[in-house]
């Protein structure tokens, strides 16, 4: 066999690898549509992984939201700091003018004042006591939770009558019954017609006239006219 020339096989060598090539330009594109397909597949697994956060997330909220809803006992309206209803509101406010009718007769009894004035402030003391009681008495069984706590203008009032003596602390008494019991009586003719509970609107029925009276002896007593006795 006839050996050809050194740079005769350099050449066909040449020839061959062009021919045969390692990696083709498919492969070439094929590996970069790999690579971009992973770049993708990376990014969109980030962008699913920031998606499914979120989601989760507002879903987690909205679960918060309703379970705080859905799972909060009902408010018993007689319970301690929430809404009062207006049975036990009707008792409260009933009970504080009691107890402050109670607490500036008293007062005047203290000063040892005219026979008048001592049935007047005697009468109040009893009724209103009485009145109390029973009241007491029936929110103790309907299981309401009440008070007698006076308000800022009773408290002022009671403050006032203590510094005063005489006349002007008779002034101060007359026109604080008169005030309170018209408050009073417009009180216990709302709860006589409208109350929820029948025990609460018997009372109030009950005890109108009592009240009624009280207000046109506060009226006579401020007047100057002779009040009668009870």
């Known amino acids: 066999m006839k050996k050809l020339p050194l740079y005769t096989l350099f050449a066909l060598s040449l020839l061959g690898a062009c021919s045969n090539p390692t990696t083709s330009a ?6 970069a549509a790999g690579s971009q397909q992973d770049l993708a597949g990376g990014s969109g697994a980030q962008s699913d992984s920031t998606s499914a956060t979120n989601v989760t997330g507002a879903a987690g909220e909205r679960a918060t939201d309703v379970s705080g809803v859905d799972e909060r ?11 009062v209803t207006p049975d036990a509101n009707f008792i409260n406010s009933a009970l504080a003018d009691g107890t402050f009718e109670i607490q ?24 209103h006591t009485k009145v109390g009681n029973e009241l007491r008495e029936i929110a103790k069984v309907q299981k309401m939770n009440i008070t007698d706590r006076l308000n800022r203008e009773q408290t002022g009032l009671l ?3 203590e510094k005063l003596t005489g006349k002007p602390l008779h002034d101060l008494y007359a026109t604080s019954v008169v005030k309170g019991h018209e408050t009073a009586v417009t009180l216990f003719r709302t709860a006589a017609q409208s109350s929820d509970r029948a025990e609460l609107k018997a009372f109030a029925t009950k005890t109108l006239p009592t009240l009624e009276m009280h207000l046109k002896m506060a009226r006579d007593l401020q007047a100057g006219r002779p009040v009668m006795k009870m």
């Open 26 to 31: 498919d492969d070439t594109n094929k590996t």
């Open 73 to 83: 006992p009902a408010e018993d309206p007689n319970a301690p700091g929430a809404a």
């Open 104 to 127: 500036i007769s008293q007062r005047i009894l203290a000063e040892k004042p005219s026979a008048e004035l001592k049935n007047f402030a005697d009468a109040m003391i009893r009724d």
């Open 159 to 161: 403050g006032r009558a």
